[in-house]
Nanobody
Framework: QVQLVESGGGLVQAGGSLRLSCAAS????????MGWFRQAPGKEREFVAA?????????YADSGVRGRFTISRDNAEKTVYLQMNSLKPEDTAVYYC???????????????WGQGTQVTVSS
């Protein structure tokens, strides 16, 4: 069982940066692929980024986040991060952390979810 708690969201101006954190409970965090997703008002939840259990493999969505967002993890701290730079108003969404026990660094198959953290980017 894994519990996920996101933090770090807030209000930022366009062009600014935020770093989201996702703290996990459980002894087997290092065996989980971790992902970040987001859901904007009136839209479906979409994949943002994923990272392998070792941190050596990352995968980003094609939705314009590549090159601006960076996913990373610290297994000793049981935390995964999403560094978001050059933020745009269209990045406004609730951001969710997710986990799956797998070797596949993909956008599907996650079954543990956090409660989400709101990111609002003003123009």
């Amino acid at each position: 069982q894994v519990q996920l708690v996101e933090s770090g969201g807030g209000l930022v101006q366009a062009g600014g940066s935020l770093r989201l954190s996702c703290a996990a409970s459980g002894r087997t965090f290092s065996t989980y692929v971790m992902g970040w997703f987001r859901q904007a008002p009136g839209k479906e939840r979409e994949f943002v980024a994923a990272i392998s259990w070792s941190g050596g493999v990352t995968y980003y969505a094609d939705s314009g986040v590549r090159g601006r967002f960076t996913i990373s993890r610290d297994n000793a701290e049981k935390t995964v991060y999403l560094q978001m730079n050059s933020l745009k108003p269209e990045d406004t969404a609730v951001y969710y952390c997710a986990a799956k026990r797998s070797t596949a660094v993909t956008m599907t198959g996650y079954y543990y979810w956090g409660q989400g953290t709101q990111v609002t980017v003003s123009s």
